[in-house]
């Protein structure tokens, strides 16, 4: 075999996090008295998109984030609240939404077979953990590398260096990083020297990206070749 070991983003990736934060901002949203429409929910989707894409080119820190996702929020919707016990709450009820893309637990129970697998993931660690605690999927996984454990996010090279330092394979060669994201898994990836797949889920943009799949199913057959 080509590769020893995967690497797999979460996110999208393994498990649907765009139903784990629809559930999680309808809970918050709740909690502070705001009418759970579409276009609150969709404002802050947006407005936590642009904190996690300036995260990842370096232009604020993780606390940044954490402490003004939700005080910008509230200032478009015009609520006086306090954002950074607003973002705790969020990450409670963030860590309750457990939901697995369809297939994936299948998927990775048959490739465990063949190869070391661990998950790679930015986000929150009482957030994340929550999420996987006690879940079957993780039978499949050798290890889970949470960014805010680690003090580096995806796609900086600090990230990639402790992963390295705590896997068994060492030959970045024998290595496949796959997830969704250009920006953090497969510009991460590329910038380290890592093959990668990127799951393109209909995005019209071209990538660096080894492979490009339109889902998790297509792995089996990429890695037979």
């Known amino acids: 075999m080509k590769y020893t070991t995967l690497l ?14 629809e559930n999680a901002i309808e809970k918050l949203l709740r909690k502070y008295s705001i009418p759970a429409t579409h276009e609150n929910k ?8 642009a904190k996690w894409a300036a995260l990842e080119k370096g232009e604020i820190t993780r606390k940044e984030l954490f402490s003004t996702r939700f005080s910008d929020f509230f200032a478009l919707v015009g609520v006086e609240a306090d954002g950074i016990k607003a973002n705790e709450d969020y990450i409670s009820f963030l860590a309750e939404g457990r939901f697995v893309i369809d297939g994936a637990e299948d ?27 006690d879940l079957p999927l993780m039978e499949s996984f050798d290890g889970v590398f949470v960014s805010e454990e680690i003090g580096f996010d995806k796609p900086k090279k600090e990230y990639f260096d402790y992963v390295f330092a705590h896997i068994t394979e060492t030959d970045k060669s024998k290595c496949l990083v796959i ?9 991460g990836a590329v910038n380290y020297g890592i093959d990668c797949c990127w799951i393109n889920k209909g995005e019209d943009k071209n990538s660096d990206a080894t492979y490009c799949i339109k889902n998790l199913e297509e792995l089996h057959e990429l890695l037979k070749e």
Do not use: H, W
């Open 42 to 49: 969709q404002l802050y989707v947006q407005t936590n998109k």
């Open 107 to 133: 998927i990775c129970r048959e490739l465990k077979k063949n190869y070391k697998m661990y998950i790679i993931t930015n986000g929150a660690k009482k957030a994340q953990q929550g999420r996987l605690k």
């Open 179 to 187: 997830g969704d994201s250009l920006n953090s898994d497969i510009a």
């Open 8 to 21: 797999f983003d979460l996110d999208d990736t393994l498990m649907d996090f765009g139903k784990a934060e």
